[in-house]
């Protein structure tokens, strides 16, 4: 356990210094400046979210009616990875509930994973995680969050030609796929990830 939290402390930082030579992000990332504001930092997830679902909207209709659906969404809109060797990626998002889609977040999280391998460069992604039962959301908002590895009820999407998701992934009471500069990956890793909800 000790290993695993050091591996992951590594591979935050060398993704810190990753983000500095990498050009590629999905939305713009949290500014660095407002980190000490929790009022800016949350502001500025929330403006991320916000574009991250928008242009959701214009990559997929499948995905973007499986968000209607759902009870709860959780947005990390981007989530940095790669490095030299010694991989990791990281991202700060929110969550909103039914009802409350366009009115506010009622948490905010991060995301983080460690990995190895050659990954060369930085690449950016936005991650969903959607609710579609209220057992599911209730679940997660009530414990303690996702540590050393998502819950076992969190289905990968599948996805097709022309952002098309498998229509068996809607039975699913968690359902997860990310979405990067060309479009929603076609499957997602979910071993090793980390959610945490942050502190206020």
């Known amino acids: 356990m000790e290993r695993r939290k050091f591996l992951l402390k590594v591979a935050a930082s060398v993704v810190v210094a990753s983000v500095a030579l990498a050009g590629c992000?999905?939305?713009?990332?949290?500014?660095?400046?407002?980190?000490a504001n929790?009022?800016?930092?949350?502001?500025?997830?929330?403006?991320s979210v916000d574009a991250s679902i928008k242009r959701l909207g214009a990559q997929s209709?499948?995905?973007m009616n499986l968000i209607r659906k759902a009870h709860g969404i959780l947005v990390f809109p981007s989530v940095i990875g790669g490095a030299f060797w010694v991989g990791g990626q990281y991202g700060e998002g929110a969550l909103r509930v039914k009802g409350k889609m366009g009115g506010g977040s009622q948490a905010y999280?991060?995301?983080a994973s460690a990995s190895f391998g050659p990954?060369?460069?930085?690449?950016?992604?936005?991650?969903?995680?959607?609710?579609?039962?209220?057992?599911?959301l209730h679940r997660?908002?009530?414990?303690?969050?996702?540590?050393?590895g998502v819950d076992a009820s969190v289905a990968a999407a599948r996805i097709g030609a022309n952002g098309s998701v498998d229509s068996r992934t809607a039975q699913q009471p968690v359902i997860a796929?990310?979405?990067t500069n060309a479009g929603l990956m076609a499957s997602l890793a979910l071993e090793g990830t980390k959610i945490t909800k942050l502190k206020p």
């Open 109 to 111: 999280y991060s995301i």
């Open 38 to 47: 929790p009022v800016a930092r949350k502001h500025d997830i929330d403006a």
């Open 177 to 179: 796929f990310a979405l």
């Open 25 to 35: 992000t999905v939305t713009k990332p949290t500014r660095t400046t407002s980190r």
């Open 61 to 63: 209709a499948d995905a």
């Open 119 to 136: 990954q060369i460069g930085a690449q950016s992604k936005a991650v969903f995680f959607l609710f579609m039962t209220p057992a599911a």
């Open 140 to 148: 997660f908002v009530t414990g303690p969050g996702w540590s050393g």
